[in-house]
C-alpha cells in the first residue's frame, strides 16, 4: 500500500506564495505521474498540476499556468507544488494524487493523499 502525505496548505494574501509538498510511502513506489487536484466548496474536483515520473513532463491547467510549478524529488518520492501570485479562487483544498494519466487521459488516480487547506485572502 502506498500513502500519500501533504503538507505545506495555510492562510495566505492575496498575490502571496505557498509551496506544498507530497511525500510518498509504502511499498517499492513507481508511479505514471504524480500531481495535484483541488476542491472548492460546492465545486468538483478539477485537475491542477502533474509531472510524470520518467521525463521531465509537466502538465497544468490553465488556470494556473504561468503562477504554478510543479517539481520532484524522485530520490524522497516527493512532488512539490510551488505556488505564486495566488488569487482567491485558488482557495480550496488541495489533494495529491499519484499514479494517474493527466488530463486529456485522465481516467482516475491509484493513491490519494487526505488534502491540505489553502486559504487565500483578499
Known amino acids: 500500500q502506498v500513502q500519500l502525505v501533504e503538507s505545506g496548505g495555510g492562510l495566505v494574501q492575496a498575490g502571496g506564495s505557498l509551496r506544498l509538498s507530497c511525500a510518498a510511502s509504502g511499498r517499492a513506489f513507481s508511479s505514471i505521474a504524480m500531481g495535484w487536484f483541488r476542491q472548492a466548496p460546492g465545486k468538483e474536483r478539477e485537475f491542477v498540476a502533474a509531472?510524470?515520473?520518467?521525463?521531465?513532463?509537466?502538465h497544468y491547467a490553465d488556470s494556473v499556468k504561468g503562477r504554478f510549478t510543479i517539481s520532484r524529488d524522485n530520490a524522497k518520492n516527493t512532488v512539490y507544488l510551488q505556488m505564486n501570485s495566488l488569487k482567491v479562487e485558488d482557495t480550496a483544498v488541495y489533494y495529491c494524487?499519484?499514479?494517474?494519466?493527466?488530463?486529456?487521459?485522465?481516467?482516475?488516480?491509484?493513491?490519494w493523499g487526505q488534502g491540505t487547506q489553502v486559504t487565500v485572502s483578499s
Open positions: 509531472i510524470r515520473w520518467i521525463g521531465d513532463n509537466t
Open positions: 494524487a499519484a499514479d494517474f494519466y493527466p488530463p486529456p487521459y485522465y481516467n482516475g488516480a491509484e493513491y
